[in-house]
């Protein structure tokens, strides 16, 4: 009987069916950031026992749209674009764990099964939903420039249900692409057990770095959220009081793997 292989299920006698391949990951994307601030009691309330509150700023929350190619090792999936292109849309908030301030994911929506499964592992909590945001461009007038007065819109959907939109209209470039996501990340990998009356089979708190970042300009302007509810959501928890700042930049960067802290 042969040997079933895959990174992920389905593990079969080939391994080419895997939702996702082995490690190392690599990224590159279009990322617009709108940081602002909620009551840090909303904050507080997504953190798992024994995460704090950052001592700094603790009601800061970053929301995230990203317009993302990925490929493994073999870079084989670029010539096979569906399985490379996908886009995400995500909540970052400061937290504090053993004396280091961290950043964490609290909400997660992205358009792929790969990228679903992908986030998983890493300890995102990742959901499907629908994701857009405006693409800037360098000819023609169907899109922005990055340059001031270049204007940027972006939503997210889940279940038929609009969650989140956001409006950026760039300024200038900067020296930061702001504070919130600017950390290594702390994740909760959580997986209940079979056996309900036993505890999770896989109940972890992990961190995660990534090597071979390579950022490109950053780009700063006015910006503006607005959070909705819905059924099954809870994204409207984190309502903003004030808008800090919008950033546009590009991101590239390759995950290798992260160390468990807790579990």
Avoid at 20 to 36: F, K, M, R
Avoid at 97 to 105: A, F, L, M, N, V
Wanted: a negative charge; aromatic letters at 10%; charged letters at 20%.
């Amino acid at each position: 009987m042969s040997e079933l292989q895959g990174f992920m299920v389905p593990r079969t006698s080939r391994g080419r069916a895997s939702i996702v391949p082995s490690p190392p990951w690599h990224y590159s994307g279009d990322v617009l950031t709108v940081e602002y601030r909620t009551d840090p009691a909303n904050v507080e309330a997504l953190l798992p026992p024994g995460v704090g509150l950052a001592d700094d700023d603790p009601g800061a929350v970053a929301i995230i749209w990203a317009d993302w190619q990925s490929c493994s090792e073999s870079r084989e999936e670029l010539l096979d674009p569906v399985r490379s292109q996908y886009k995400e849309a995500f909540v970052v908030v400061r937290c504090s764990y053993g004396g280091e301030t961290y950043s964490r994911c609290v909400f997660i929506w992205v358009d792929k099964d790969f990228a679903l499964a992908r986030g998983w592992y890493q300890g995102y909590p990742k959901k499907l939903g629908q994701i857009w945001v405006t693409r800037p461009v360098t000819v023609g007038r169907a899109g922005p420039r990055l340059e001031p007065g270049g204007t940027f819109g972006a939503s997210l959907t889940a279940n038929d249900r609009r969650l989140a939109e956001a409006t950026l209209t760039l300024t200038g470039e900067s020296e930061t692409g702001g504070f919130v996501n600017a950390l290594p990340m702390l994740h909760s990998r959580y997986l209940p057990n079979i056996d309900p009356v036993l505890p999770a089979s896989i109940d972890e708190l992990v961190t995660m770095r990534s090597r071979d970042v390579d950022l490109g300009p950053v780009y700063v302007g006015e910006a503006s959220v607005s959070l909705h509810e819905a059924p099954a959501e809870e994204l409207a928890s984190l309502e903003p009081i004030d808008t800090i700042a919008g950033y546009w930049r590009q991101v590239g960067a390759t995950f290798v793997g992260g160390t468990v802290l807790e579990g």
